[in-house]
């Protein structure tokens, strides 16, 4: 398992990933294809201005299965770090979430910039509000999260620094 650094030749996987229904499902449904530039360009620059978005590889060399990615954003009018992730759902429910988040948590503690992460799954996503309980996130309540112009009902976890 690794992550590589998401570029722009990786914007095939979010077209992928943001247009199909399934990975969609909890993030107010899919997106129409002439959403993915956008959404591209929103990762780019998240990492331009210091965020981290990486691709999720089942081993070296491998075709990407997922993106996972940790940015800087907003809360209540205040600034927090958020964290979330997408697989491909021909490869969910094979651990890579899993370990890409402990891979990027490892990497965030060696930071030391981030502070305390915070993550909003959809509160109906079984998968990832278990993967925020396996990683040791704490649950602190449901929010109404904006998502692109979409409000998604979502758990609001935060993993302390």
Not at 10 to 17: F, H, S
Not at 37 to 66: F, K
Not at 79 to 92: A, D, F, T
Not at 142 to 160: E, F, K, M, N, S
Request: aromatic share 8%; hydrophobic share 45%; proline share 6%.
């Amino acid at each position: 398992m690794e992550l590589v650094r998401y570029t722009d030749a990786d914007r095939w996987l979010t077209e992928a990933l943001e247009t199909d229904p399934r990975v969609m499902a909890e993030l107010g449904g899919a997106w129409s294809p002439d959403a993915i530039d956008g959404i591209h360009q929103r990762r780019l620059t998240a990492i331009a201005g210091g965020g981290w978005w990486e691709t999720i590889r089942p081993g070296p060399g491998a075709a990407p299965v997922g993106a996972i990615g940790i940015w800087a954003a907003s809360w209540e009018e205040t600034p927090i770090s958020e964290v979330g992730w997408m697989v491909m759902p021909e490869h969910q429910g094979h651990g890579y979430a899993t370990a890409a988040l402990a891979i990027l948590l490892d990497r965030v503690r060696a930071d030391g910039r981030w502070g305390p992460i915070h993550a909003f799954p959809g509160a109906a996503n079984a998968a990832s509000n278990a993967l925020c309980r396996r990683a040791g996130f704490t649950l602190l309540g449901t929010a109404d999260v904006d998502y692109g112009d979409r409000v998604l009902h979502c758990h609001h976890w935060v993993l302390p620094a």
